[in-house]
C-alpha cells in the first residue's frame, strides 16, 4: 500500500510489485550479497524465482554460497512468497527434509508485511 499526496490509500497491483523487485534485482540494486530473479523468463505470471545467498563472513555460515526457490502465489504481496532452500541448511525456520521455510518460525514471515 501507498499512499497519494492528498492521503488517499493507493494498493499497488501484484504484476507491479513483482516487476518493481525483478527491475531491482536486474540493476544490482539492494544487497549484493543476494541475488535473485525469474526461472523462466517467459513466466508472464512472475510467478516462479531463483535465489541465491552469498553467506555472511565472520558467520558459520561463512563462505557458503545457498540457492532457493521461491514462488509468488496470485495472494502475494498481501502473503509471503512460499521459499524452499534447494542447497542443504540447517537453521531453525527451515525443514530439514524439504528446504521449505516454516513461516512461523522465521520473523519476516511470521510477521509479514505486504509493504516489506
Not at 19 to 44: N, P, Q, R, W
Amino acid at each position: 500500500m501507498q499512499r497519494t499526496p492528498a492521503g488517499e490509500v493507493v494498493i499497488v497491483p501484484r504484476n507491479f510489485k513483482l516487476l518493481e523487485e525483478l527491475e531491482a534485482s536486474e540493476k544490482g540494486t539492494g544487497d549484493m550479497a543476494i541475488s535473485f530473479g525469474l526461472v523462466d523468463a517467459g513466466d508472464t505470471f512472475l510467478t516462479h524465482w531463483n535465489g541465491g545467498i552469498l553467506a555472511p563472513f565472520g558467520t558459520q555460515h561463512d563462505g557458503r554460497f545457498y540457492e532457493l526457490r521461491m514462488s509468488c502465489t496470485d495472494r502475494y504481496p498481501a502473503v509471503p512468497p512460499e521459499v524452499r532452500f534447494i542447497s542443504r541448511i540447517n537453521m531453525a525456520c527451515v525443514d530439514q527434509r524439504t528446504g521449505a521455510i516454516i513461516p512461523s518460525k522465521l520473523p519476516a514471515t511470521r510477521n509479514w508485511n505486504r509493504n516489506m
